[in-house]
């Protein structure tokens, strides 16, 4: 099996850039085997469960682990 699976990490990709909650945001992710490791920074908690929930909802996401930080600045 690839350690980067090209096709999740588009459809991650594009699920992240379309959501209206997170655009202007530079989200970083490592797509492998069905698990994302999402990193970055979003400007509140919402934002960092709404980019959670949007993964979940892509095809071939079987687990999360989100690392994204809150900053208030």
Known sequence: ???FD???AERVGSAIQTNPYLSG???RFEAHEGRITLNGVVASYFQ???AQEV???VE???QIENQLEVSWC
Request: glycine share 6%; aromatic share 0%; charged share 30%.
């Open 1 to 3: 099996m690839p350690l």
């Open 6 to 8: 090209a096709t999740l």
């Open 25 to 27: 945001r530079t989200l």
């Open 48 to 50: 960092k469960q709404m």
């Open 55 to 57: 993964l979940k909802r």
């Open 60 to 62: 071939g996401v079987e």
